[in-house]
């Protein structure tokens, strides 16, 4: 007898919408056209894909721990901060600047 086990796959998206837009008409939207196809072919059997949670969060470098790493733009959070949003990307300041892991000097903890 085969012995299984069940794994939980977590995908983060980030979307940029305009201030007036509704954000959960848009998170509503956005999981009806990713749920539409509910199988993955995987080692050449068919999976079955069961959706568990959705969550969103707006992203507020005002008082989150969060912002766009000032080398690359791409989002990141200082993870030597208190709170960090670990859907984010790795990073830290280094030198009063927020960068991400890839951008952070190759000798830094955080760095990728």
Known sequence: MD???TVLI???YLVDIEENE???ILVESAMNHLSN???LEFDNKKKLLKWIETSSKELRPTDMNCGKCENCGG???D???EA???QLCNGASLAGRLLCDE???DDHPWAF
């Open 3 to 5: 012995s299984k086990k």
């Open 10 to 12: 977590s995908i983060s």
């Open 22 to 24: 509704n954000q959960h």
């Open 37 to 39: 196809d509910n199988n």
């Open 75 to 77: 989002w990141t959070t």
């Open 79 to 81: 993870r030597e901060k």
């Open 84 to 86: 960090p949003i670990l």
């Open 103 to 105: 951008c952070l000097p």
